[in-house]
Nanobody, 117 residues
């Protein structure tokens, strides 16, 4: 059973960088031809896909967030990390990590991030 767990600060001040880590258990992030994504949901809005890092380490980001987004990984810890720079209050959302590219079969429980000074 694959499990994902997000961790990181719940409050970030603008225009700092938001940094979240997803720890994966029950499966390796480097095998199985899987993609590991970050997704968010702002208050009263739908899900927004942010980007992914693949089993081979390649990354791809949503065009609308690409200039501010970086996803990396630590294979020794079986973790992948989201960094979103120059945050504004509009980046306030519940952030999820999930396994998949456009369909997701495993999700973390989500972590609330509030951007406020």
């Amino acid at each position: 059973q694959v499990q994902l767990q997000e961790s990181g600060p719940g409050l970030v001040k603008p225009p700092q960088t938001l940094s979240l880590t997803c720890t994966v258990s029950g499966g390796s992030i480097t095998t199985g031809y899987y993609y590991w994504s970050w997704i968010r949901q702002a208050p009263e809005k739908g899900l927004e896909w942010i980007g992914y890092i693949s089993y081979s380490g390649t990354t791809y980001y949503s065009p609308s967030l690409k200039s501010r987004t970086s996803i990396s990984r630590d294979t020794s810890k079986n973790q992948f990390t989201l960094q979103l720079s120059s945050v504004t209050p509009e980046d306030t959302a519940v952030y999820y990590c999930a396994r998949g590219l456009d369909l997701f079969d495993y999700w973390g429980q989500g972590t609330q991030v509030t951007v406020s000074s």
